[in-house]
């Protein structure tokens, strides 16, 4: 079994690796650097440590508007190459557990570069109520969720000299 957080970006559920999250904190206030990346948010101040925050949702371009129930992941400094860093994301929904035979792996066949930060797609079942049952046999129909490489996506903005 494989633990994740469930979030929301954009109206589109999304996880990452549970170990990464330090903690999920309620959107406070976020001073905005002057010619930062725009999906450099900014910094705040967490309990005393100033903490660089990532617009997730520009960084891994994904559109729409945000709701007024955003929250700020806050990763592990060893996920962050040592930095404190958080990731605002639309809405944190659970953690999960997930067994492996519930992840699909990306391939490199996937265009535009999307394996490059996704690892998987989990294939989450619907409750038991609202299973659909087609012939003698028990098909389940559920929601998908993109398991995103957060690891990598920052690894990849380090090397670049990006954050």
Do not use: C
């Not at 960084?59 to 945000?66: A, N, R």
């Not at 929250?71 to 860093?85: D, F, M, Q």
């Not at 265009?111 to 989450?124: A, E, P, Q, R, T």
């Amino acid at each position: 079994m494989i633990d994740v957080v469930e979030f929301e970006l954009g109206r589109e559920l999304y996880a990452m690796d549970i170990q990464l999250a330090r903690e999920i904190v309620e959107m406070m206030p976020i001073t905005r650097i002057p010619r930062a990346p725009d999906y450099i948010a900014g910094i705040m101040n967490l309990r005393g440590e100033i903490t660089t925050i990532i617009d997730l949702k520009r960084l891994i371009q994904i559109p729409g508007t945000s709701g007024d129930s955003q929250k700020i992941i806050v990763l592990v400094a060893e996920a962050a190459g040592g930095s404190n860093l958080g990731i605002i994301v639309d809405d944190v929904h659970s953690v999960i557990q997930v067994s492996e035979n519930d992840i699909e792996l990306m391939d490199e066949g996937i265009s535009s570069g999307v394996h490059d930060f996704v690892k998987g797609i989990i294939k989450l079942a619907k409750d038991d109520g609202e299973r659909k049952r087609a012939g003698g046999g028990q098909q389940e129909s559920g929601r998908l969720v993109l398991w995103i490489d957060i690891k990598k996506i920052l690894d990849d903005l380090v090397r670049a000299g990006r954050v």
